[in-house]
């Protein structure tokens, strides 16, 4: 997020200064007429940089002379003025005063007190202004992602950056709110997708903060209109996605609370290297279809009170008609015999729950208009939201009884399982499926535990999770729906990345993760790529496997594409908006096709 610098407390305005007869000191006066002759500078930029983070000369007045270079974020209250000069180096200086004033080309002599803020060295609490006629506009720096060390940043600290390669996206989670979005040389990995947690995933995760920056659209307001990035124009059928590329980046790095970013000076040149993906085909008719989808708190609220704003879902009945409309249509693409869903509002199986509503709705614009729901005797839980499941009539009949695990894990925080098995008609063979939602990785424990963060790579409640990965597996070996079948799945959102304990603990009690060793992607977060939702098979029903895909739809999609309205103009409202399935989630759905 773009957060303000702030004047230190007890900062001074320019002050008026005496008129000397060859120069023009009023900082609130532009003139075209140039100084004669300029105070002599104290320091060079480079000495007030320094080689650390912190400036040597931090709470000194010095004496500059440089060259305006660009002024940044010139819709503030707070504009920030470049200055460079022939050390190749530079500093910003904060003043509102001078910001009105100074124009880029200018040579300037300045004093005034060296100050960090927000860690970017800056000069500030200007006691002396003066205009010194043209200077010099310094050529780009070039640079290319990986730097060497995170120090490296600090030398180019205010400089005009030129990337000489091609940047890929990995995050545009800020794209709407703040204009940015985060770059590197290379799709990144949540460390525990690809590296052991611990030692291995520490290091993997420092090396790759070193392939990353955040570029910023140079615009102080937040929920600009319109967004600048693509330069062609985002809207709802016009994404840029994470995995696509950029070139031609180039702007002033500044470093800000959050940490470095640039301010670019031009649009980059945007290509959709990861185009939005169709849903495959089946390879047969008969191949059986199962699903996983996290629907991201679908409430419709029907029992309540006022109804609107919901618990978690829509704030009110036009977002519900839109996060509904989303919703749907990515089910129909799915054209998926039996679907597992997540963060399904628990409110009932009656008129107006949000799994009824669901249902009615697909068979409505399905053209198969045969979907029905499981419906468990036992209770799913007491958290706002559970897991369901639909399936297809014409392709597979519910055999046993639906059954949920309630016990030990599964009391508190990892919402209860729950299992069906079904008779796929074609084959006749049987199966089992479980859908799951494990405990999420936030809300972290406040009083010492051995749920809290150890630091490893896995978040916390790691341990919570582990618990739920071995009830599951012991639950599911002993038939709780009363159908003994070889034929069994486990799939879901485990909240859990795949070399993570969890998964560990499930291949341990002789599950096969369906996905392979292969790193997958169903969920972006700060900036890394990775896969929370997994399917695990029995040995002989993994066998039977076809096609296993996260379905990329949703994750790689900037979030403003979704149904929310709040910090959208009316007019954004209706351009970033599609009911598509794009954006219609912030997990990815699992896709699995069986021959049997």
Known sequence: MHTAPTTPRGARRITPMLLLASSVVLPW??????????????????????????????????????TVQALLYTDSKQPQVVLQDDSNAALMVIETDF????????????????????????????????????????????VQLPVKDLSQW???EGLYLKFSQPLIVNDSHGLGRYGELTVADKRLWVSTEVAQPGDEAR???????????????????????PIRFP???????????????????????????????????????????????QVPARAAADDLRVASFNVLNYFTAHDKNPRFPTKRGASN??????????????????????????????????????IQTLVQTLNKQSPHADYQWVEPKTS????????????RSSKVTPIGQAATLTTGPFVRGSRPPLAQSFTHIASAQALTVSINHFKSKGSC????????????????????????????????????????????????????????QPLQQLTKDGWQHLGGDKPQISYVFQGRSGSLDHALASAPLAAKLQRIVHLGINAEEPEVLDYNMEFKSKTAQERLFAPNEFRSSDHDPLLMDFRF
């Open 99 to 142: 910001a009105r004033i100074a124009k880029v080309g200018q040579r300037w002599a300045l004093t005034g007190t060296v100050r960090e803020i927000h860690q970017h060295t800056s000069l500030t609490n200007l006691s002396h202004s003066q205009h010194c006629g043209v200077g010099t506009r310094y050529p780009a720096t070039t």
């Open 231 to 277: 330069s062609t124009g985002l809207s709802a059928n016009h994404s840029i996605r994470v995995g696509d590329t950029l070139t031609q980046v180039e702007g002033f790095l500044v470093q800000q609370k959050p940490g470095y970013r640039l301010v670019l000076s031009q649009a980059p040149l945007h290509q959709a290297t990861n185009p939005r993906p």
């Open 445 to 500: 424990p406040k009083t010492a535990s051995p749920d809290q963060d150890q630091g490893d790579g896995q978040a916390c409640w790691n341990p919570t999770r582990v618990a739920a990965a071995q009830a599951l597996s012991a639950w599911l070996k002993q038939n709780p729906t009363g159908v003994a079948t070889e034929h069994r799945l486990i799939m879901g959102d485990l909240n859990a990345y795949r070399l993570e």
């Open 317 to 354: 009945a036009d977002e519900l008609a839109r996060q509904q409309a989303k919703m749907i249509a990515a089910l129909v693409s799915l054209d998926a015999d039996i679907i597992g869903l997540l963060e399904v509002e628990n409110n009932g199986f009656g008129q107006g729950s949000a």
């Open 29 to 66: 006066f532009t003139s075209s007429v140039a100084a004669a002759t300029c105070p002599t500078a104290s320091h060079q930029i480079a000495d007030i940089q320094g080689q650390t983070d912190i400036s040597p000369l931090q709470g000194k007045v010095v004496t500059i002379q440089a």
């Open 154 to 156: 600090e030398r180019y």
């Open 203 to 225: 290091a993997l995760e420092a090396q790759q903060q070193k392939h990353q920056l955040v570029i910023d659209d140079g615009i102080w307001k937040q929920n600009a209109e």
């Open 380 to 391: 799913p839980g007491t958290d706002d939201i559970m897991v369901a499941m639909i399936y």
